[in-house]
């Protein structure tokens, strides 16, 4: 498949794992029959199959995925062909022990689990390339065969003495001599002044993790060894003169943690093809469960599957923007997963109201793990296309089936696109130095991923479509969006604040908050007052930035009158930071507060900046006081709106288009509720629509909003 061939349909199917099931040979035509039988077009074979491709070392077994590819390619099955390198077979670890990943602790790894393997390792490096090119020697060129599903879910780091020396090579590339190194860690603090390469070691809980820069330099590197490891594992594919194109299965950031901080995904986007990724939200929840899980002031909001939805829509948004265009939903569930605390079962309707949503927010694929459960290990009770029983009159087949009709019949929208007028900053970078940095608030209530998540929701709310970008994009490319908003751009590097002041010069609007240009690349603060190299775009400085306990009762006035419950000024509770703006006549003052350090001070400012405007905020803003300032901000730059054409709607219902470049409009309205919703639309001729529980619909229409057609239902 070149690219191209992903604009011609919406591709169907799921990861399929015949290898488990060799000594059954009834099963490899039973599961085709029945795969014909759904709609399924595509499968992701050979991902954990390295153990079955090559039992012992140097004896390879390619007989049986032979016959795998062929039936499937009789049928007309399309197959993205892993490397099977997330997980190493048990004669390797044994034989070479050197390849199994040295924990923080300094303990090396026994065999088991996947990703449990040294990308430093010249062992594993050799025994990839070998499996590697063989694949691509022997398929590379086969006509079922179109695209390279390289490895599974990069994740995790190792510590062993290989890693550490390349550690210090990276450092060495980065910083050249040890008096840069020093400075950049400010490493005469507590007298930890490196004098030798060989002194660095990688941040431990019983060695060094104090110095940020280090912590942040060490997670950087993990990013740079993972992407090497790829590097190396695509040109072992492209030595087998395959030239098919390439991607890896990437993991939702919010399952990032302090003790795995995640992988800096925008590293990726020059060595794949396109983007995808494995969705695996929990639905279902019951409110006082499914909470935000750091901001406290937002604890009383119910959350239901709707603002869940949102949520797993800005997921798709960030893989989207990754992709640059289109993206593969790779993995999901039909049904449940086996490894929640609660694992619930899709109810009725969800299997097409997701799959609708993830194509909505531009994915071309909907994908899921798995074809066929396994009857043991691990996800054993793990959702499938078919169960134990293998028999297809139950629900979840059956709505499968019609799912894979229904794709059939949206092949058109798969060459448009969705476009974006507004963009969110999400910078894993900046979000390590958050997370590092000891400061005022240490606590989960820093919440830097979960802030830039309630800015997208806001912007959602208004019928706002967003990309998710680094802010580390060209000017070009910044300047293609009306408005960009960077919540907590604590690490603001010169370039980045330098691109942002010309974008908001050139016409953009920028919306940035508290804890935004406080330290450069390297965590060192700059020496000037917040906003750092940014004040002169915000008319502002930042004297103090106190930290708010959740009982503290200060408030702002409600900015925008649209938001008022009376003429008389009206106030909303803000929380956990309040900035202590220096006066200044340079920005308009939009709002002040009403208690704290801060008492009748700046909250909300805006300053006009060349043909454009920086906005600011102070304090962290409850969500209806969020969205009321969008709302005024986008109605005043006149940003496009899907809700434009809606007069009223329900709450639960989400909107989202896709243009293609014909000017058509493929409209997705998507149900997230168990009751009945309805739209209703500003043009009198337009038909309301009425969803029930769970309930999607797909509406083409020119741009006209007056003439909708070809309603799928």
């Not at 991607?247 to 939702?252: A, D, G, H, L, S």
């Not at 396109?274 to 695996?280: E, F, R």
């Not at 604040?497 to 609007?509: A, P």
């Not at 220096?582 to 009748?600: M, Y």
């Amino acid at each position: 498949m070149s690219t191209d061939l992903l604009r011609k349909s919406i591709l169907f199917g799921g990861d399929y794992n015949p290898d488990q099931w060799l000594d059954r040979p009834d099963i490899l035509s039973q599961d085709i029959k029945l795969m014909k039988m759904a709609g399924v077009t595509v499968v992701s074979v050979g991902i954990f199959s390295w153990s079955t491709l090559e039992p012992q070392e140097g004896v390879f077994c390619f007989d049986w995925l032979d016959e795998v590819i062929e039936h499937l390619h009789k049928e007309g099955i399309s197959i993205f062909l892993s490397t099977p390198t997330g997980a190493r077979p048990a004669w390797m670890a044994t034989k070479y022990p050197q390849v199994l990943r040295v924990r923080a602790d300094g303990t090396r790894n026994l065999f088991g689990e996947r990703h449990n393997h040294c990308y430093s390792s010249p062992i594993y490096r050799e025994k990839t390339a070998i499996i590697n090119k063989k694949l691509a020697q022997r398929y590379g060129n086969h006509p079922a065969v179109k695209l390279w599903h390289i490895s599974n879910e990069y994740g995790g780091q190792c510590h062993c003495e290989l890693c550490q020396q390349n550690f210090r090579e990276y450092l060495k590339k980065r910083y050249i001599t040890l008096e840069a190194l020093n400075k950049a860690w400010w490493s005469t603090f507590w007298s930890h002044t490196i004098t030798s390469w060989d002194q660095i070691h990688s941040p431990v809980l019983h060695g060094e993790n104090s110095v940020h820069g280090l912590s942040i330099d060490w997670m950087r590197f993990v990013t740079h060894m993972t992407t090497d490891f790829m590097e190396h594992e695509v040109a072992a594919v492209r030595a087998g003169k395959s030239t098919l194109p390439v991607t890896t299965n990437m993991m939702t950031s919010a399952e990032d943690s302090a003790s795995d901080p995640g992988l800096d995904y925008w590293k990726f986007k020059n060595l794949i093809d396109i983007a995808s990724w494995d969705s695996y939200p929990a639905w279902h929840l019951p409110g006082h469960l499914n909470l935000p899980r750091t901001i406290e002031a937002e604890q009383t909001l119910p959350v239901d599957d709707y603002r869940r939805a949102v949520e797993e829509g800005f997921q798709h948004d960030l893989f989207r923007s990754l992709s640059d265009g289109p993206f593969l939903l790779m993995e999901s569930t039909p049904s449940n997963v086996n490894w929640q605390q609660i694992s619930k079962i899709k109810k009725p309707g969800m299997i097409r109201l997701t799959a609708l949503s993830a194509i909505a927010h531009g994915a071309n694929s909907v994908q899921y793990f798995q074809w066929r459960k396994t009857r043991g290990s691990f996800e054993k009770f793990h959702g499938a296309f078919i169960g134990h029983d293998g028999k297809t009159d139950n629900r979840v087949f059956k709505e499968l089936s019609e799912l894979g009709s229904l794709l059939k019949q949206l092949s058109k929208v798969a060459d448009s696109d969705v476009k974006a007028e507004a963009a969110v900053v999400y910078n894993w970078e900046n979000r390590w130095a958050i997370e590092t940095s000891k400061d005022a608030v240490n606590t989960n209530k820093k919440a830097y991923l979960e802030t830039v998540k309630k800015h997208h929701y806001a912007l959602v709310q208004q019928g706002i479509q967003c990309d998710i970008i680094s802010g580390e994009e060209s000017l070009k490319q910044l300047c293609s969006y009306r408005l960009i908003v960077a919540p907590m751009l604590y690490m603001a590097t010169l370039a980045t604040s330098s691109n942002l002041e010309k974008y908001v010069e050139s016409g953009g609007i920028l919306v940035a908050t508290y804890r935004t240009g406080y330290v450069d690349q390297s965590d060192l603060c700059y020496e000037s007052f917040p906003p750092g190299p940014l004040s002169q775009l915000f008319g502002l400085e930042v004297e103090e930035c106190d930290a708010l306990y959740h009982e503290e009762p200060i408030t702002i006035v409600i900015p925008f009158e649209a938001n008022r419950t009376s003429r008389a000024n009206s106030y909303t509770q803000v929380s956990d930071y309040q900035d202590v703006i220096r006066d200044s006549h340079k920005a308009e003052v939009i709002s002040r507060f009403n208690g704290g350090l801060a008492h009748e001070k700046p909250a909300v400012l805006k300053n006009t900046y060349g043909k454009g405007e920086a906005w600011y905020l102070a304090s962290r803003l409850q969500a209806q006081t969020l969205q009321g300032l969008y709302k005024n901000i986008i109605q005043e730059a006149k940003i496009y709106s899907v809700h434009t054409d809606v007069a009223n709607k329900s709450p639960s219902i989400l909107v989202k288009e896709r243009t293609g470049s014909d000017g058509r409009c493929f409209c997705f309205f998507l149900n997230f509720s168990a009751t009945t919703a309805s739209i209703r639309f500003t043009d009198p001729q337009r038909e309301d629509i009425t969803l029930g529980p769970w309930g999607s619909m797909m509406v083409e229409k020119d741009y006209s909003p007056s003439e909708a057609k070809g309603v799928v239902k």
